[in-house]
């Protein structure tokens, strides 16, 4: 039998969580605005890997990829739940109202999407102070507890990304 099949005690379950629960995790941190949406996806990453452990094939991928495939999975599924769909009645609507409306949905969209990428573009504390104060209305004081920073530095890391996001949004707009 070939020694990566999971019968192997080297692919237990603990040892892969202690093995690779770090990296997993410090992938997701990266990509979420919350600290605390890095853990429960890893937390869910790891919950899949114990349900399904004895169906891997080490033919078909390492542990590591195999992982990390189950990591990207999950990142997927957390930003398609996320994500705003368009809905085909308020589609319609806007039609019938007039092709201004449209158009200004559209445009409106448009400059979501800008702002969003921009707030993915920024360093992760940034991000996070981003996140926590105009979308979680979070006050500072609270966001330095939770990031384990000075209140100052939470204004003043919130003041700079701010910056950052008016001049990318600015340079976006022109391509606009």
Request: glycine share 2%.
């Amino acid at each position: 039998m070939n020694s990566q099949h999971t019968s192997s005690p080297s692919y237990s379950f603990d040892k892969l969580y202690a093995m690779y629960r770090d990296s997993v995790f410090n992938y997701l941190k990266r990509r979420c605005a919350s600290f605390h949406d890095a853990e429960d996806l890893t937390q869910q990453v790891f919950e899949y890997i114990l349900k399904r452990l004895d169906s891997y094939d080490p033919e078909k991928a390492s542990i590591k990829n195999w992982i990390f495939m189950i990591c990207v999975s999950r990142w997927k599924n957390y930003c398609r739940d996320r994500k705003l769909f368009c809905d085909i009645d308020a589609i319609s609507e806007f039609v019938e109202n007039g092709k201004d409306d449209l158009e200004k949905s559209i445009w409106i969209g448009e400059i979501r999407n800008a702002i969003a990428n921009a707030i993915d573009a920024l360093p992760l504390t940034q991000k996070q102070i981003i996140v926590f104060r105009y979308f979680r209305n979070v006050p500072y004081a609270q966001i330095a507890q939770r990031l384990g920073i000075s209140e100052t530095s939470a204004r003043v890391s919130c003041h700079r990304a701010l910056e950052k996001l008016r001049n990318t949004i600015k340079i976006q707009e022109c391509a606009l």
